[in-house]
């Protein structure tokens, strides 16, 4: 069984950042892709980031040039900084794995005030 724990979620001003984490329970490196997936309320869950095991990334376009997906392998841990953030990016923001996004975390929470 694979375990994601997502943190780093809170509340930020529009234009502020944040880095979110995403803590795995087996090596990451087994785990191809992992990405950040965000579900505003009364919207469905889209795909923000991902990124494979050679590091190879594809991003949103609606987040292209603000945020960062990134993976460290030794530390079984995907990161996401979130820059110049916007009150449309509030959201729950989910961690997920495989090549069909076969494991979920829990979501946290981000919430960008104008």
């Known amino acids: 069984q694979v375990h994601l724990v997502e943190s780093g979620g809170g509340l930020v001003q529009a234009g502020g950042s944040l880095r979110l984490s995403c803590a795995a329970s087996?090596?990451?490196?087994?785990?191809?892709?992992m990405a950040w997936y965000r579900q505003a309320p009364g919207k469905e869950r889209e795909l923000v980031a991902a990124?494979?095991?050679?590091?190879?990334?594809n991003y949103a376009d609606s987040v292209k040039g603000r945020f960062t997906i990134s993976r460290d392998n030794a530390k079984n841990t995907v990161y996401l900084q979130m820059n110049s953030l916007k009150p449309e990016d509030t959201a729950v923001y989910y961690c997920a794995a495989g090549s069909a996004a076969n494991y979920w975390g829990q979501g946290t929470q981000v919430t960008v005030s104008s």
């Open positions: 990124i494979t095991r050679i590091g190879s990334t």
């Open positions: 087996i090596r990451i490196f087994n785990l191809n892709p």
